[in-house]
Nanobody, 128 residues
Framework: DVQLQASGGGLVQAGGSLRLSCAASGFAFDDYDIGWFRQAPGKEREGVPLIRIRDGETYYGDSVKGRATISVDKDKNTVFLQMNSLKPEDTAVYYC?????????????????????WGQGTLVTVSS
């Protein structure tokens, strides 16, 4: 069975940092783009960062560029998101996602409907 097991998140003060992890299993890890989308109330789901496992190419959403870093531990089939300088507008449910590397990762990051597998969401709340 496909599993994307996310951990991390919670309540963070503005200006603080968070680290999310996503442990993947049940599919060919190296053939996928893996990362996070987030969705705030009343807003469309948006790509945060994604990483192409095969070659390390990355996508960062405009709203997190310069504040987010995605990394991967291939031995553990786990992807990590480090976000710094958090803002209240970063408050959202963050979903780990995996999409087979069939399109430009820049396109996939803007196209949540392409995602093949979703993990359970984890709520991140940034207090001002």
């Amino acid at each position: 069975d496909v599993q994307l097991q996310a951990s991390g998140g919670g309540l963070v003060q503005a200006g603080g940092s968070l680290r999310l992890s996503c442990a993947a299993s049940g599919f060919a890890f190296d053939d996928y783009d893996i990362g996070w989308f987030r969705q705030a109330p009343g807003k469309e789901r948006e790509g945060v960062p994604l990483i192409r496992i095969r070659d390390g190419e990355t996508y960062y959403g405009d709203s997190v560029k310069g504040r987010a870093t995605i990394s991967v531990d291939k031995d553990k089939n786990t992807v990590f998101l480090q976000m710094n300088s958090l803002k209240p507008e970063d408050t959202a449910v963050y979903y780990c996602a995996a999409d087979k590397s069939e399109y430009s990762i820049q396109y996939t990051g803007r196209s949540y409907w392409l995602v093949d597998f979703w993990g359970q969401g984890t709520l991140v709340t940034v207090s001002s």
